[in-house]
Every structure is written in C-alpha cells, then in structure tokens.
C-alpha cells in the first residue's frame, strides 16, 4: 500500500512537471503549443517585469483614447496574461488581477467578434485564475467552434486533469490530436502526458 501510494505521488509529479513544460497561451510569453513553457524564473529580473508593467500603462492609455479599437483590446488582454506570467516569480500577489483583466480584454473583444483564439486564451487565463467554470464553458464553446483545434484540445486536458482528476477525459481530449496528427511535432510530448495520465488512473 506504501508503495502504491509513492508510485502515484511520483506518477502525479512527472505529470506536473510535462504539463509545466507543455500548457499554452497567448502573447509573447504565454507559448503556444509544443513551443517552451512560459518558466517564471526566466523572468525573474524586474526589468522584465517593468517593461511588461509599462507596456501594459502605455495599452491602457491607448485602449481609453480608442475605447472600440478591438485589435488594441485583444494586445492589451495578450499584454496582462504575459504581465501574469511573468508576475509568478516577481510579483505574486498580482497573478490573479493580471489574469482578470486578460479575461476582461478578452471577453471585450469576443462581444465584438468570435475569435478560437482569444476564446482558448481566456479559457486558460481563467483556469490560472481560478475560474474553472468560465474556464470548462470556454474550453467548450472553442471546441464546439472546431473540434480538432489543438491548442484547446491540450489546454482542456491539463484543466481536465488539474481541477478534476480526470484522467479519461483528459486523455480523450490529448488522444484527439494525436488521432489528428501522429507524426506532428508535438506528438511525442502529447504521447507521454497520455502514458503518465494512464499510469496515475490505473494507480488510484
């Protein structure tokens, strides 16, 4: 029973670590999928995090000067997920806000017109911030949009798996792309979120 207990525990670190090195997002700092994780500690330095702060000020002023510029909307939705990213390492305290107000961009732009993209990227901000019911109905609504669209696909079976422990689920929605694409360039790291994913059911 010891062992079976450590065996999941080992199981359910590998499974964060791959889900840190894969989850995606939008903006010059939340990578999209295959491409490196978004790593706090790559930003540690404040002036990371001050030119991010300023780019975030300047947006702000351009967004109030052109309150129906929705490209505008969208960079400054894009330009609080980066400032939360980054904030991780920094600033703590300040993730949650900076992942509200992406969402509250983004659901701007998304009043305006539909967009799988901004609609994925507010699912994942949401699920970074906590709101796993905005977050389970925008994954929803972005793949009932175009059920093979990847980045959905994978950022809903970490959710899936993070808030619900649910692993089947999961592994339908990562089994999908690869059904899609066995041969992409993101299927081998896909593949081996499906065997830890399966290893960590069978465990329980």
């Known amino acids: 029973m010891v062992n079976k207990k450590k065996n999941q525990q080992i ?11 894969s989850i995606v997002g939008a903006g010059a700092y939340g990578y999209f999928y295959g491409a490196p994780s978004p790593n706090p500690s790559s930003y540690s330095d404040n002036s990371d995090y001050s030119s991010l702060k300023n780019k975030v ?17 969208q960079d400054l939705g894009n330009a609080y997920y980066d400032l939360a990213t980054v904030a991780q390492e920094v600033a703590p305290n300040e993730v949650i806000e900076n992942y509200n107000q992406a969402i509250k961009y983004y659901q701007n732009v998304l009043n305006t017109k539909k ?24 994954f929803n609504e972005a793949l009932i949009e175009n059920p093979d669209f990847q980045q959905a696909l994978f950022n809903y079976g970490v959710f899936l798996l993070e808030t619900k422990k649910d692993y089947s689920s999961a ?5 999908t792309i690869l059904d899609k694409e066995p041969n992409g360039p993101n299927a081998d790291q896909v593949r081996q979120l499906i065997t830890q994913a399966k290893d960590a059911q069978a465990s329980q």
Do not use: C, H
């Open 11 to 21: 199981t359910a670190i590998v499974i964060a670590i791959l889900i840190t090195i």
């Open 115 to 138: 967009d799988i993209n901004v609609l994925t990227d507010m699912a994942t901000a949401a699920f970074y911030s906590g709101q796993n019911d905005l977050a389970e109905k925008s």
């Open 171 to 175: 592994i339908r929605m990562w089994q």
């Open 57 to 73: 000020n300047t947006l702000n002023q351009e967004v109030r000067s052109n309150p129906n510029d929705i490209p505008l909307q």
